[in-house]
């Protein structure tokens, strides 16, 4: 698969991976085809994360077919005190 045909979307916390699939296959004899095969569709999958994701920060590397997400947690603001008035 190339890198082109695949695609990743974040929406809070969930990521979607899309990638449209194609492939070809033949078997010739001189000139000849004896065999020709296409497969073509579209895959995706989509993963719910337990915390929100920063997306300014996330990351997608693609390299020899593998495909790694750097997909940092959203920061919390911690246990927030309020002042009684």
């Given at each position: 698969?190339?890198?082109?045909?695949i695609?990743?979307?974040?929406?809070?916390?969930?990521?979607?991976?899309?990638?449209?699939v194609?492939?070809?296959?033949?078997?010739?004899?001189?000139?000849?085809?004896?065999?020709?095969?296409?497969?073509?569709?579209?895959?995706?999958?989509?993963?719910?994360?337990?915390?929100?994701?920063?997306?300014?920060?996330?990351?997608?590397?693609?390299?020899?077919?593998?495909?790694?997400?750097?997909?940092?947690?959203?920061?919390?603001?911690?246990?927030?005190?309020?002042?009684?008035?």
């Open positions: 698969m190339r890198k082109d045909d695609q990743v979307s974040l929406d809070g916390s969930v990521v979607t991976l899309r990638a449209e194609k492939q070809e296959d033949s078997q010739t004899e001189g000139d000849k085809v004896l065999r020709s095969e296409r497969y073509y569709g579209a895959v995706s999958r989509s993963l719910q994360l337990p915390q929100d994701i920063e997306q300014a920060q996330a990351k997608a590397k693609y390299d020899n077919g593998i495909l790694m997400l750097t997909l940092p947690k959203k920061g919390g603001t911690g246990v927030q005190h309020l002042a009684i008035e």
